[in-house]
């Protein structure tokens, strides 16, 4: 007799439809160069970023190797939500000066593990 095993996983649309666990970060990039990596501990579903500085940029990315091209830019005081699939995030700033963030995921029951690296079009090309 076959059996069939229901469960989360990656291409599993029901780990996507229930609504996620939060998970909340805050935190400041330290200068325009370093990147700060924020892991989570399962597959996200939608992601929430938050510029809390006054006058200097965020740029938000999925791999450590993405270029500007690739990187999407929050405004000074501004946020973006991007709704998306991934286990780890990249954030850097504008300015000599630290860059604070407020972070806000919405988090599948899929383990981080079952995720698969982000590279190609559009992540590191």
């Not at 938000?60 to 991007?82: D, L, M, P, R, Y």
């Amino acid at each position: 007799m076959a059996s069939n095993v229901y469960g989360v996983g990656i291409n599993n649309v029901g780990s996507y439809q229930v609504a996620g666990r939060p998970y909340c970060a805050t935190g400041s990039t330290n200068i325009a160069d370093s990147r700060t990596a924020i892991t989570f501990p399962t597959v996200t579903k939608e992601i929430v970023v938050l510029n809390r500085h006054a006058s200097a940029d965020l740029y938000f990315f999925f791999h450590t190797g993405s270029s500007t091209q690739n990187q999407f830019k929050i405004a000074a005081g501004e946020q973006e939500t991007f709704s998306v699939k991934c286990k780890e995030v990249f954030l850097t700033g504008s300015a000599a000066a630290s860059v604070t963030y407020t972070l806000y995921a919405s988090l599948t029951h899929i383990p981080a593990s079952r995720m698969y690296n982000l590279t190609g079009s559009g992540i590191t090309e």
